[in-house]
């Protein structure tokens, strides 16, 4: 099994509501990642998790919230977003936190409105 | 500041052609390197990583060009088929460091 699954594949989410976003691995990675694109520009670095422990935060607001319940599983909490969060956001994994490769699911389209 | 950059933001070749897609890097301190596909809805697709201590690395159809000195990188893909029609990313990441840096992106078209 080499996948990444993320669900949803897509979400509309108003400015008010809370919603999350989930991320599978076993492949027995012990590095998981959460990015955000934007349309026609490469993946940005959101959140790392290296062997359950939040290790890199790049600075990004508080409306977003990543959780790591266990080594396959990441989430990120989603709450009180605005329009200009719209984006694809794409989760990775690697076999450690040494960023060499990373494995990315399909990601989840978010609309805010 | 460190930079990934492509020199080439799209690129149309005819089905059975070869492509090079080219990218440029600015941190002499980057030792590992990957490219990635990613086609339409989808998300990035691992293809093929070089380390800085090699100068060449060959997958199926895909080759991988490390230029040290002029710190660029190259992918290139041989007798191009429809399903290599996406945008392609060079990602670097600068020993020591903690993250990946991608670059902008080449869209490669293929034409029947």
């Known amino acids: 099994d080499t996948e990444v699954t993320q669900t949803p594949k897509h979400l509309v989410m108003g400015m008010t509501n809370k919603k999350s976003l989930k991320c599978e691995q076993h492949?027995?990675?012990?590095?998981m990642y959460w990015y955000k694109q934007k349309a026609k520009k490469p993946p940005e670095l959101m959140f790392v998790?290296?062997?359950?422990?939040?290790?890199i935060n790049e600075s990004v607001p508080s409306r977003f919230s990543p959780e790591c319940p266990n080594s396959s599983l990441l989430n990120l909490h989603l709450h009180a977003l605005q329009p200009e969060d719209s984006a694809l956001y794409l989760c990775?994994?690697?076999?450690?936190?040494?960023?060499?490769?990373?494995?990315f699911g399909s990601g989840t389209q978010l609309s805010v409105l | 500041g460190e930079s990934v950059g492509l020199h080439l933001p799209t690129l149309s070749v005819q089905e059975g052609d070869n492509s090079i897609i080219n990218c440029a890097y600015s941190?002499?301190?980057?030792?590992?390197f990957i490219w990635y596909k990613q086609e339409s809805g989808k998300g990035p697709q691992f293809i093929i990583d070089?380390?800085?201590?090699?100068d060449k690395r060959q997958g199926q159809r895909v080759t991988v060009l490390l230029n040290k000195t002029v710190k660029h990188l190259s992918l290139q893909i041989a007798a191009t088929q429809p399903g290599d029609s996406a945008v392609y990313f060079c990602?670097?990441?600068?020993?020591?460091?903690?993250?990946?840096?991608f670059g902008q992106g080449t869209r490669l078209t293929i034409n029947p």
């Open positions: 990775a994994s690697s076999r450690t936190g040494d960023n060499e490769k990373l494995f």
């Open positions: 492949m027995g990675h012990r590095a």
């Open positions: 998790y290296s062997y359950e422990k939040l290790s």
């Open positions: 941190n002499s301190a980057s030792d590992y």
């Open positions: 070089i380390r800085s201590n090699m």
């Open positions: 990602a670097e990441n600068q020993k020591g460091a903690q993250k990946l840096v």
